[in-house]
Every structure is written in C-alpha cells, then in structure tokens.
C-alpha cells in the first residue's frame, strides 16, 4: 500500500494543475477581453510611475 500512497499526491496535483490549464484558456478572450487589457495597460502605466510618458510606437 505504499505504492498508492506514493502515487497519489503527484496524481492530485496533475489533476489540478489541468483544471487551473483548462480555466485559463477557457477565459481567453470573449466579451471582456477589451476591459481586462485595458485595466492591464492602466496597472502598468501606474507601476511605471509619472517619470515615463508612454510612446505612441511601443508594443
């Protein structure tokens, strides 16, 4: 029996780890894609601080 118990946190953690995969890309894009990139831009021109304008030529 100390096989299955070796074998069964891996297995778990496998398990989760396809459900958070399976979440992620299941909210890719959709409706809400423009609002969230646009709270990602606005966190990053906070972090970045007052001293930087943004270019019109960055990506």
């Known amino acids: 029996m100390d096989y299955v118990s070796a074998l069964v946190p891996p297995v778990v953690m496998a398990a989760f780890f ?6 992620i890309v ?19 021109a906070r972090a970045e601080g007052p001293g930087r304008a943004p270019a019109a ?3």
């Open 18 to 23: 396809v459900g958070v995969v399976r979440v």
């Open 57 to 59: 030529g960055d990506a």
């Open 26 to 44: 299941k909210t890719q894009g959709g409706a809400a894609k423009a609002k969230e990139d646009a709270a990602v831009d606005a966190a990053l």
